[in-house]
């Protein structure tokens, strides 16, 4: 089973039906507590629905991708949007806009970051008892073949990254960041 799940919908406030949908038919697929589930619910809700009345404002043009991954405890929802800009906060940056001052007080890492041409990331994570996201067998057989190395600090070479280091990069992503592209070429 998969620890995320991600959907598209567009600008307007009619397509939050969509997003409440997944959402409540991914708590109850990954276990998540009532009390939980409730709460991730209200949170993926406002924020969406925050994100399409700034970022578009009378605009049913764009689109808002909005995902959620299991986390050690927690749910960690993120969307992604390219509509009008808004100023970043979170992360020790600008303060928290006022009406999000309930959904800071139901989450950890309340943050917006803007990606320049690559659009905005507002992300949360919202406790959730019990969860654990599980090890993906491709990512737990990747990790047994890898192996770990016996390099010490001072026998790391760095230099800048040439068509022969793309495996071995590659596969440190992979491995360590739980990365699971996969290219056919690699």
């Known amino acids: 089973m998969a620890n995320r799940v991600r959907i598209s919908v567009g600008s307007e406030a009619g397509e939050l039906a969509l997003v409440d949908g997944v959402v409540e038919r991914f708590a109850v697929a990954r276990g ?35 995902q959620l991954e299991l986390a050690e405890g927690a749910v960690r929802c993120t969307i992604e949007d390219w509509g009008e800009p808004i100023a970043a906060f979170g992360g020790g940056l600008d303060r928290m806009p ?4 309930e959904i800071e007080a139901m989450t950890h890492d309340l943050r917006l970051v803007n990606l320049g041409r690559e659009g905005k990331r507002l992300s949360a994570a919202i406790e959730a008892e019990g969860v654990v996201p599980e090890e993906l067998v491709a990512f737990a057989q990747f990790a047994r073949e890898s192996g770990e190395s016996e390099a010490t600090a001072d026998q790391v070479e760095i230099h800048d990254t040439k068509l022969s280091d793309v495996e071995a990069v590659s596969r440190l992503l992979y491995t360590n960041y739980g990365l699971g592209y996969g290219h056919p070429n690699f």
Request: proline share 10%; glycine share 6%.
């Open 98 to 101: 006022p009406e999000l001052a």
């Open 32 to 66: 998540i507590k009532p009390a939980d589930a409730e709460r991730l619910q209200q949170v993926v809700h406002t924020l969406a629905a925050w994100v399409i009345e700034r970022a578009y404002p009378g605009d049913p043009t764009g689109e808002l991708v909005v």
